[in-house]
């Protein structure tokens, strides 16, 4: 292999990193029949039901908080029918409360972890009182005394940002050069210190974690972090409850099939190890990914279980899909699923601007381009393995973002998309 990537890719493997070389859509599939695979960090049930309680027993802190027409705290999204002739429910992760993002669940679920057990060593909340309790001010007055950093590409930072304030802890973003303007401008408003960086991610990260251990502050680490992971995987049982509801039963007949638009992997890593424990070999998940940021796929197809650049395959990792430009994956992500991804499709900027123009005609949805991704990604799995997709299964795109883009941006997004040439 050439571009300095380690290990070794078998005949088919490399095909696909050929087509990303040349920077065209690409499907990666896992070598070998359907089978469990033991990842070196699975999720146990205790985690799970530790991240459903602890959600709960937030949600009436949180409702009064971030006070919305009629919502009750509980961080969930609707499972909805796609319009005719999409032949896919859509999980509506876009209009998740807080953030407007897939972050709402483990940015938000990590600052729920920390702030109660901030809470419980301040001794201004024990184990058992209402999480009401924090809203107090002599609460208040201790968690201010605290504070955290996180990076991000603009979601993450968001999510983190917006709700360690409401609880009055002070945070600092560091935001890589994807990150938009109007998110860093919403930031700053609540009081957020924003810190922007003119490198990637990888290397905002390194700069928030370095200074985080130096000024002895709470870092959420994206690459690492635990807790994202569980608050993540706690949306499978979510989804499991609404797939009941409707009387959509899971088995090797009906299958399940998940489009996961991915960054580092945490989001998607954490429902996929949800959702394998729910319904083991019954649901195949697949990761989605901007071809210039295919940094999982990279992992996969070169094998080994460590992380790739996409640097060193030549790609740029420029995409419109700013939750997604991440150049090489989480280490964390990898060990706990890596080898239970069915497959991971990569498509490109103009499929994803397709989507984005077709889901506001058809169905009303506001969606940012990392949200567009898994439904391009429906497609491309459809015609390149249908097998994956048989007959009968049930298909749920995970529509990871967008509903808070403002008009002017999501204008921008439809214009660009209007102007491409006929697929
Ligand atoms: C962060 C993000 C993802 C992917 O999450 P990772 O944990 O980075 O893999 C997908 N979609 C959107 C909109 C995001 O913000």
Redesign the pocket.
Known sequence: MDGGVPGVADGEAEAVLGALRRGEPALWRRPGPARLEADRAPLDGGEAADAQDRFTRFAPALARLFPADGWDGQVRSALSPAPDGWDLWLKGDHALPIAG???AR?GVYEVLCHVESLAGAAGVWAPGEPMLRLLEPAAVAALSRHWLAVAST???GFAVGVAARAFGLRAEVHMSREAKAWKKARLRAIGVEVVEHAGDYGLAVARARERAKTEGAYFVD?EASRRLFVG?AAAAAELAGQLRERRLEIGPKRPLVVWL?????????GIAAGLKRIYGADVRVVFVEPVASACVLAALAVGGGRPVSVYDLGLGNDTLAD??A?ASA?PL?LDAIGRNIDAVAAVSDAAMLRWIARAWREAGLRL?P??AAALAAAELTRARAPDLVPEGAVQVAWL???SLLPDDEFERLLAQAHALPPA
């Not at 638009?261 to 890593?269: F, Y």
């Open positions: 993002s897939v972050k483990g603009g979601n993450l994206d993540y638009p991915c960054g580092v992997g945490g989001a998607p890593g939750g997604l991440v989480s992500a940012e990392s949200a990871t973002g967008g």
